[in-house]
C-alpha cells in the first residue's frame, strides 16, 4: 500500500461543475499536509495547506479527517484554467523533513 | 513570498558529459533542499535530501556516485549527473523549505536530454 493515495482520475468536468478530491495517508503521525498543483511541463506549485480545522481560499476549501487519515480538496465554479495534476503532499515531521506526495489526480475542465 | 530558481532550464547533452544543475533560494534561507526526477506522465521521484554543510540523504535505488549533490549554502544546492546516458533524460526538479515539515517550494525545473 502507498503511504499516500489519491484516485488518479482523470476528472472530466464541465466549467461551473463543483470537484471533489480524495486522499488517504497511511502514517498516523503524519502532521503537515498540502495540496499542490502541477501543470503540463511545469513543476508543482503549492495550492493551499490543510489544517484539521478546514480551510478555504477562493473556490478553493480543503478538510483534514486525522482521524480517518483522509484529505480532501473541493473546487467549486471551476475554471477551464483549474484543469491541472492536483498533488497530494504529506509531511511526517520527522526523517529529514522529507514530504511524500501523491502520483496526482488529474482534472479536465471543459467548456 | 518564496522564489527558487533553477539553472539551467533546459540542456542537450551528449552520453558521457557531466551535467550540473543549480538550485537557488533567492529570498528565504533553505534549511533543506530536495532533488526529485519525474520522467513524461509519472509521478514525483524523491532522489534525495540535501540539508546545508552535511551530506546528502539519497533514496533506496539512486546511486550517489552517479548524482553528486552539494549543498554549500542556505542558498544553493548543485546536483551534477555525472557521466550521463539517454536513460537519464528527464525532468529534474529541486526545491527548498525552511525547515522541518515545513512548505516546499519548487524550482522551475532543468529538462535534460542525453543522446
Known amino acids: 500500500r502507498k503511504e499516500v493515495e489519491q484516485d488518479p482520475g482523470p476528472f472530466n468536468v464541465p466549467e461551473g461543475a463543483t470537484v471533489a478530491f480524495n486522499c488517504t495517508y497511511s502514517?498516523?503521525?503524519?502532521?503537515?499536509f498540502f495540496w499542490y498543483r502541477q501543470d503540463c511541463r511545469k513543476e508543482p506549485k503549492l495550492l493551499m495547506s490543510?489544517?484539521?480545522s478546514g480551510n478555504e481560499d477562493g473556490r478553493f476549501t480543503a478538510q483534514l479527517n486525522r482521524a480517518s487519515q483522509y484529505i480532501s480538496l473541493l473546487i467549486r465554479d471551476s475554471k477551464l484554467s483549474d484543469s491541472a495534476t492536483y498533488l497530494c503532499?504529506?509531511?511526517?515531521?520527522?526523517?529529514?523533513?522529507?514530504?511524500?506526495f501523491g502520483d496526482g489526480t488529474t482534472l479536465t475542465v471543459k467548456p | 513570498g518564496a522564489v527558487v530558481s533553477q539553472h539551467p532550464s533546459r540542456v542537450i547533452c551528449k552520453s558521457g558529459t557531466s551535467v550540473k544543475i543549480e538550485c537557488r533560494s533567492l529570498?528565504?534561507?533553505?534549511?533543506?533542499m530536495f532533488w526529485y526526477r519525474q520522467f513524461p506522465k509519472q509521478s514525483l521521484m524523491l532522489m534525495a535530501t540535501?540539508?546545508?554543510?552535511?551530506?546528502?540523504?539519497?533514496e533506496q535505488g539512486v546511486e550517489k556516485d552517479k548524482f553528486l549533490i552539494n549543498h554549500a549554502s542556505l542558498t544553493l544546492s548543485t546536483l551534477t549527473v555525472t557521466s550521463a546516458h539517454p536513460e537519464d533524460s528527464s525532468f529534474y526538479i529541486c526545491?527548498?523549505?525552511?525547515?522541518?515539515?515545513?512548505?516546499?517550494?519548487f524550482g522551475p525545473g532543468t529538462r535534460l536530454l542525453v543522446l
Open positions: 529570498d528565504f534561507q533553505a534549511t533543506t
Open positions: 526545491s527548498a523549505s525552511r525547515g522541518f515539515g515545513e512548505t516546499q517550494y
Open positions: 503532499v504529506v509531511n511526517a515531521g520527522t526523517n529529514a523533513g522529507k514530504s511524500t
Open positions: 540535501s540539508n546545508e554543510g552535511s551530506k546528502a540523504t539519497y
Open positions: 490543510v489544517y484539521s
Open positions: 502514517n498516523s503521525a503524519s502532521q503537515s
